[in-house]
């Protein structure tokens, strides 16, 4: 039986890489939030690329060269400042403007990428936004990054996205994600900003939860938001050897972090 190197795979909700003792965002804490994790998969939520908020910075850039990694794809949401004006990004949209969405990075070969739009709430929720209080908005386009990889223990389907907070339209999102997943090749993983409890996305979905510990609010997290999990019908099959969530300088969310490591074959 032989054995090979363990994958780890990781999810972090940056919050568009802004820290919370300061407010501030600073490209030298994004790098060593995201190079400390050490994950040869890595699935990003609420990223910016060239926002004003950010300092104009591409953090999806940043974060594949603080892993190392060769292979990284931004997807946007939208055009525009989430909180503030924007609209749905569109694929004739000309990219000069600031723009908003998740990002899935790897140090393993892509063999096929595919975006999947989901199902966007129709309501208007409050939210909390900075120096304005608790604000009735309307919700953000959602969507998935999926990606067919080379991984040193075979091809792995990986997807990756950041899920409404409206209750109800983020299980059906939920359901279309993994829709789109199983009609990729397995193994699957979905991982994410999932805004769901444990409990409901098992329930819910059926599918395998590799961690199960909380992730947010950062400073002394005591709900679980953030998920990894595998399709039980096409899921990895290398036990978890390790899980963490360790603190980062930056987000609201604490990064969640599974090794998968053992014999195969």
């Not at 995201?34 to 950010?54: H, K, M, N, T, Y």
């Amino acid at each position: 039986m032989a054995t090979v190197d363990a994958v780890r795979l990781a999810t972090f909700n940056l919050l568009h890489g802004r820290s919370l003792s300061d407010g501030k965002v600073h490209a030298g804490r994004v790098a060593a939030a995201v190079a400390a994790l050490d994950a040869d998969i890595l699935g990003l939520q609420e990223v910016d690329r060239g926002q004003p908020r950010s300092g104009l910075l591409d953090l999806t850039a940043i974060a594949a060269d603080a892993l190392g990694a060769p292979v990284h794809r931004f997807a946007a949401a939208i055009a525009g400042t989430p909180g503030e004006t924007w609209q749905p990004w569109r694929s004739d949209d000309d990219n000069t403007r600031p723009l908003y969405g998740i990002a899935l990075i790897s140090r393993y070969p892509v063999r096929r990428w595919q975006i999947t739009q989901l199902p966007a709430a129709p309501v208007r929720s409050p939210v909390y936004v900075p120096q304005r209080g608790v604000t009735l908005l309307k919700d953000e386009p959602r969507i998935m990054i999926a990606a067919v990889l080379d991984t040193p223990r075979g091809p792995l389907t990986v997807g990756t996205t950041h899920l409404s907070f409206v209750p109800g339209w983020n299980l059906r999102q939920l359901r279309a994600a993994v829709r789109a997943l199983r009609a990729l090749p397995g193994p699957r993983v979905l991982l994410g900003d999932l805004n769901l409890p444990g409990g409901a996305v098992r329930a819910f979905t059926g599918w395998r939860t590799l961690a199960r510990t909380p992730t947010y609010p950062s400073p002394s997290p005591r709900a679980q938001l953030d998920h990894i999990l595998t399709d039980p019908h096409g899921g990895p099959s290398a036990p978890v050897i390790r899980v963490s969530t360790p603190h980062a300088d930056i987000s609201d969310h604490r990064p969640l972090v599974v090794q998968l490591g053992g014999p195969v074959g």
